[in-house]
């Protein structure tokens, strides 16, 4: 079981930046992290994962280059920096979290195959 808590949404201006923040407590070793956001009316969309083992990553088209995702594993907590923000951003942010096998990692871009999510935040970017 993993249990996510996320942090750092709030309101900005177009082309500032915010940093959010998932903190995992739990058993599991081996384990992914991936931001998702939603806009009200709007798919869930993959925005970035990263495996706290190891240091593959991956990212939506949309977001390369402006965010960047990190990681503290002494403190189970995944970070997304997110700059140069656009209004088009404006959404729930939510991380999801899944297990993997080490001998076999791929990032995944599907929500469904992440078994853990928490609640979300919100960020808004204003024009």
């Known amino acids: 079981q993993i249990q996510l808590a996320e942090s750092g949404g709030g309101l900005v201006q177009a082309g500032g930046s915010l940093r959010l923040s998932c903190t995992a407590s739990g058993r599991a070793y081996y384990y992914a992290v991936a931001w998702f956001r939603q806009a009200p009316g709007e798919e869930r969309e993959f925005v970035a994962a990263?495996?706290?083992?190891?240091?593959?990553?991956g990212y939506a088209d949309s977001v390369k280059g402006r965010f960047t995702i990190s990681k503290d594993n002494a403190e189970n907590t995944v970070y997304l920096q997110m700059n140069s923000l656009k209004p088009e951003d404006t959404a729930l942010y939510s991380c999801?979290?899944?297990?993997?096998?080490?001998?076999?990692?791929?990032?995944?871009?599907?929500?469904?195959?992440?078994?853990?999510w928490g609640q979300g935040t919100q960020v808004t970017v204003s024009s």
């Open positions: 999801r979290a899944r297990t993997y096998n080490p001998l076999n990692y791929y990032t995944t871009t599907s929500p469904d195959s992440y078994n853990y």
């Open positions: 990263i495996a706290m083992r190891g240091s593959s990553t």
